[in-house]
């Protein structure tokens, strides 16, 4: 995993890193995938056995129109409440419970606020409403370590921290990293 840039998605408030393997930022690859239903059909199988838990107990057919549906309106709704600057108040909360960091904060938004949300946003929080994405993911299981797939968001999460601290962004004051974004 290597960085190639950071995207601003929404000025001053949302942005994404692009990885170098990949076409395209973060944010965009994830919805990209979450409206893919070939991706989602293929995953679901593979993961068929996290959906029949008692938590969730549905289809992988049942699956795949939660995520289409709950990924549209996750999409309007991260950007809608960025453009207004309320991601800390409405969107995004702390990764760990007992998380009190303001710089590098390791953060977490809902594709749904009710208890059947299966998507995950992950970013690093710079300051009050100001964000950048470094991954998302279906999540089916309680802990993020349960699955390959959750494991390697959690080792972005820290990739991206060390990233930042090592460009001297520490927080939402450094807005170098909107200059660096568009340099590339």
Request: hydrophobic content about 35%; proline content about 1%.
């Amino acid at each position: 995993m290597e960085i190639d840039c950071i995207f601003e998605i929404v000025q001053d408030s949302l942005a994404a890193i692009k990885y170098k393997e990949d076409e395209k930022d973060c944010f965009d690859e994830c919805f990209s995938k979450w409206g893919d239903i070939e991706y989602l059909e293929k995953f679901f199988h593979q993961n068929e056995s996290d959906l029949q838990d008692e938590f969730w107990n549905l289809s992988c057919e049942d699956a795949v129109l939660k995520v289409l549906e709950e990924a549209e309106q996750f999409k309007n709704n991260i950007i809608d409440v960025a453009e207004k600057g309320n991601l800390d108040s409405h969107i995004f909360v702390p990764l760990h419970k007992n998380d009190i960091a303001i710089k590098r904060s390791e953060s977490k938004a809902y594709g749904r606020v009710d208890r059947g949300a299966m998507l995950r946003l992950y970013a690093i929080r710079l300051g009050e409403n100001v964000y950048v994405i470094t991954g998302g993911a279906i999540k089916l299981t309680k802990q993020l370590q349960e699955r390959e797939h959750t494991a390697q968001e959690l080792k972005k999460l820290k990739y991206v921290a060390d990233y930042l601290k090592k460009l001297g962004i520490d927080d939402d004051t450094d807005y170098g990293y909107l200059e660096f974004a568009n340099k590339n």
